[in-house]
């Protein structure tokens, strides 16, 4: 079954004329996609064209299947596709607003070690309405509506999956979710993590975006990064800068940089020098995250007083550093924890 949130507004104005409604019905259309009701919810259409709609097209592709509240007030989601599959995504409170982490994959085929998201490989992309779905699903449990109503005023693609290895998909998320017409978040709200594919970051460039570009870089050296990222195989840290810097001028946005400090890895002063030595001259901020434990992996996060060592050395270099508050760590919501662990407790 196809999904009407895979449509932008104007394909889904095709699409009501072509079933020989008037145009303005899509507007209609689009408002109850947005708010997220199911067709046996939607009052303002005719049983005629829901009923011709609900034949060919799912209204909502995902529904919450289970939700897990940490200490902190952050909340990890489970949904449920329309196919049976499912994915995770987390909700964390700010003074500023509400930021949810989306995923784009079911699983992910990178194979970072440090990552629990790739223990099972990829089981298919998601499409650009599940991505959105995720949004507006969230957005609707928690009270919000359109627009200035909405509950949800960041993303984050930092869920399962690498966002760029479903480029298309991704890159059509980040318009619907902007639309005006819908949701409106502004894309200056909205963050994209990548391992590093450097064909899709300059490709992304030219789309003519206003998101924040995030790169798990996690090593200062590709000889240290080679052990932990496999993808660094293939592309080499000056690769991935020189990526970087084409983005940067296109966009004039800043990059931010995540560095996941191992302990006895890559937490090193010697470590942060070196990547200060890399970054110099570089519109960004590193954003240092004490690994977060994935039991499968027996890597071990450095601790928090080492981290705002490091985070001193980058910064006596001019290097713009946080360390990051560790959120929803009690029930594995935390960054590199996401994974599909649920679905083997239900099936042993």
Do not use: W
């Given at each position: 079954m196809l999904?009407?949130?895979?449509?932008?507004?104007?394909?889904?104005?095709?699409l009501v004329q072509d079933l020989g409604e008037k145009k303005f019905r899509a507007s209609q259309v689009y408002s109850a996609l947005y708010s997220y009701k199911n067709a046996n919810e939607i009052s303002n259409l005719s049983k005629d064209l829901l009923s011709k709609l609900s034949e060919t097209y799912n209204f909502c592709p995902l529904q919450i299947y289970k939700k897990f509240e940490g200490k902190d007030g952050t909340i990890k989601f489970i949904y449920k596709l329309y196919d049976g599959n499912l994915i995770e995504g987390v909700l964390m409170s700010y003074k500023y607003g509400n930021t949810l982490c989306v995923?784009?994959?079911?699983?992910?085929?990178?194979?970072?070690?440090?990552?629990?998201?790739?223990?099972?490989?990829?089981v298919r992309n998601l499409t650009a309405g599940e991505i959105l779905a995720q949004v507006l699903c969230v957005n609707r449990e928690l009270g919000g509506g359109l627009k200035d109503k909405r509950k949800i005023t960041n993303i984050v693609l930092m869920g399962s999956g690498e966002p760029l290895d479903n480029y298309d998909n991704v890159v059509k998320f980040l318009n619907l979710v902007a639309d005006e017409k819908g949701i409106n978040i502004s894309q200056r709200n909205i963050s994209l993590s990548t391992c590093g594919l450097v064909p899709e970051i300059r490709k992304l460039a030219d789309e003519d975006l206003?998101?924040?570009?995030?790169?798990?870089?996690?090593?200062?050296?590709?000889?240290?990064r080679q052990k932990t990222m496999p993808i660094a195989n293939r592309y080499s840290i000056k690769e991935i800068l020189d990526a970087v810097k084409f983005y940067f001028n296109k966009t004039k946005r800043r990059i931010v940089f995540e560095y996941a400090l191992i302990d006895g890895v890559n937490d090193t002063f010697e470590c942060a020098d070196e990547l200060s030595h890399l970054l110099k001259g570089l519109s960004c901020h590193v954003n240092l995250i004490?690994?977060?434990e994935v039991k499968e992996r027996g890597l071990v996060g450095t601790n928090r007083k080492r981290a705002y060592a490091f985070m001193d050395r980058l910064e006596k270099h001019n290097i713009s550093a946080t360390v990051?508050?560790?959120?929803?760590?009690?029930i594995e919501g935390a960054c590199g924890q996401l994974r599909a662990k649920i679905i083997k407790e239900e099936n042993e």
């Amino acid at each position: 079954m196809l999904n009407l949130l895979d449509y932008s507004f104007e394909e889904i104005e095709k699409l009501v004329q072509d079933l020989g409604e008037k145009k303005f019905r899509a507007s209609q259309v689009y408002s109850a996609l947005y708010s997220y009701k199911n067709a046996n919810e939607i009052s303002n259409l005719s049983k005629d064209l829901l009923s011709k709609l609900s034949e060919t097209y799912n209204f909502c592709p995902l529904q919450i299947y289970k939700k897990f509240e940490g200490k902190d007030g952050t909340i990890k989601f489970i949904y449920k596709l329309y196919d049976g599959n499912l994915i995770e995504g987390v909700l964390m409170s700010y003074k500023y607003g509400n930021t949810l982490c989306v995923s784009t994959q079911i699983g992910c085929r990178m194979g970072c070690k440090f990552c629990a998201s790739t223990l099972n490989g990829l089981v298919r992309n998601l499409t650009a309405g599940e991505i959105l779905a995720q949004v507006l699903c969230v957005n609707r449990e928690l009270g919000g509506g359109l627009k200035d109503k909405r509950k949800i005023t960041n993303i984050v693609l930092m869920g399962s999956g690498e966002p760029l290895d479903n480029y298309d998909n991704v890159v059509k998320f980040l318009n619907l979710v902007a639309d005006e017409k819908g949701i409106n978040i502004s894309q200056r709200n909205i963050s994209l993590s990548t391992c590093g594919l450097v064909p899709e970051i300059r490709k992304l460039a030219d789309e003519d975006l206003q998101i924040t570009l995030t790169i798990s870089l996690h090593a200062p050296n590709d000889e240290l990064r080679q052990k932990t990222m496999p993808i660094a195989n293939r592309y080499s840290i000056k690769e991935i800068l020189d990526a970087v810097k084409f983005y940067f001028n296109k966009t004039k946005r800043r990059i931010v940089f995540e560095y996941a400090l191992i302990d006895g890895v890559n937490d090193t002063f010697e470590c942060a020098d070196e990547l200060s030595h890399l970054l110099k001259g570089l519109s960004c901020h590193v954003n240092l995250i004490p690994l977060n434990e994935v039991k499968e992996r027996g890597l071990v996060g450095t601790n928090r007083k080492r981290a705002y060592a490091f985070m001193d050395r980058l910064e006596k270099h001019n290097i713009s550093a946080t360390v990051r508050r560790t959120m929803g760590e009690d029930i594995e919501g935390a960054c590199g924890q996401l994974r599909a662990k649920i679905i083997k407790e239900e099936n042993e």
